[in-house]
């Protein structure tokens, strides 16, 4: 864990507007601080590992991934065990197994591999992760590869919708119902993004369960769930 150390509050750093009034920005200070010790850590030892939770899984990545100039990044989050590879600025793998198969890699049809499983990490709130300086090359994916800066833009924006349609399709607490005579009145005018969920939907299926089957990016799912829960066609029970 990272901890606030002695502090020279006449130095230029501590001395400017962020620091002007200690007592109210001491979560600001708490994330400065920690964020300097790790990058120092990091170049120093070549490798960190601590909770999520001390920096936000955003955070975490952006100061892991410039503070080398290549890495690895592996996170578990309950009982799912995400990892990242990155070199020079940019992401080139990413995926997520369970967090019992140790260090087992994806099967070629997992959908849980690259955008959608690096989307899905950035709405983690907790757990913990390791990091080691490394070198990448020999597991990148030799398709994936996407400039760090843009993923965690659209990454973020993915994970505030999310955060919103799962006050409506809780991801594991309700199970979900296809209306089969509605579905088939309805299939001709829908899309082939609604078709491939409703195609999954062939038993009562919890949330989670069908973002972790589908290679749609959840925040597709999500929002195609809340369309077809409008037109009837499926319910949350």
Not at 28 to 54: H, L, P, T, Y
Not at 58 to 83: F, K, Y
Request: charged fraction near 30%.
């Amino acid at each position: 864990a990272y901890e606030i150390k002695e502090c020279d509050w006449s130095s230029d750093v501590c001395s400017s507007d962020l620091f002007t009034d200690f007592n109210g920005h001491k979560e600001q200070v708490e994330k400065f601080v920690n964020s300097a010790q790790m990058v120092s850590e990091v170049s120093v030892k070549g490798g960190i590992s601590g909770k999520i939770e001390e920096l936000g899984v955003e955070n975490l990545i952006q100061m892991l991934c410039q503070s080398s100039r290549e890495g690895r990044i592996e996170l578990v989050c309950g009982e799912q065990r995400g990892i990242i590879l990155f070199k020079d600025g940019r992401l080139v793998q990413a995926y997520i197994t369970s967090a019992k198969a140790g260090n087992a890699t994806p099967s070629s049809e997992s959908p849980l591999v690259r955008d959608k499983a690096f989307f899905r990490i950035l709405t983690w709130t907790g757990g913990k992760f390791d990091y080691t300086s490394t070198e990448v090359a020999g597991d990148a994916d030799p398709k994936w590869s996407i400039s760090l800066d843009h993923a965690l833009l659209e990454g973020l924006r993915h994970k505030d919708e999310i955060a919103r349609l799962t006050e409506q399709f809780p991801l594991d607490a309700s199970k979900l119902y296809l209306n089969v005579d509605e579905a088939k009145r309805a299939l001709s005018s829908m899309s082939q993004e609604e078709k491939s969920v409703v195609k999954l939907i062939k038993r009562p299926m919890k949330v989670l369960a069908l973002l972790d089957e589908s290679s749609l990016p959840d925040f597709t799912i999500l929002e195609i769930l809340s369309t077809l829960n409008e037109k009837n066609i499926l319910s949350l029970k």
